[in-house]
């Protein structure tokens, strides 16, 4: 059983950045593929970035790509959402997620792992 912890969310402007972390319990850590995926009231849950398990492949939503960005530190078991240039469209529970495979997808049926969710709200 692999637990998952966020952290980092919270209340930013319209153009400002947030770090969110999420930790994980596996010491198998490098050998999941991990992945951040967002949930806005009323909607469904969206592929936000996914990071492959020796962080060599990285994949991005259209709508986040260029502003976001995704990382691992293997040693830390801990990985990473480098959210700038927020958007009010931001909004939403960030959610990390693992697979048990090293290697990553944007479909959230192949993350077996999930976290509890941190909030993200950008005021505009």
């Known amino acids: 059983q692999v637990q998952l912890a966020e952290s980092g969310g919270g209340l930013v402007q319209a153009g400002g950045s947030l770090r969110l972390s999420c930790a994980a319990s596996a010491r198998t850590f490098s050998s999941a593929a991990m992945a951040w995926f967002r949930q806005a009231a009323g909607k469904e849950r969206e592929f936000v970035a996914a990071?492959?398990?020796?962080?060599?492949?990285?994949y991005y939503a259209d709508s986040v790509k260029g502003r976001f960005t995704i990382s691992r530190d293997n040693a830390k078991n801990t990985v990473y959402l480098q959210m700038d240039s927020l958007r009010p469209e931001d909004t939403a529970v960030y959610y990390c997620?693992?697979?048990?495979?090293?290697?990553?997808?944007?479909?959230?049926?192949?993350?077996?792992?999930w976290g509890q969710g941190t909030q993200v709200t950008v005021s505009s």
């Open positions: 990071i492959s398990g020796r962080g060599s492949n990285t």
């Open positions: 997620a693992a697979a048990s495979s090293p290697y990553a997808t944007r479909s959230a049926f192949y993350y077996i792992y």
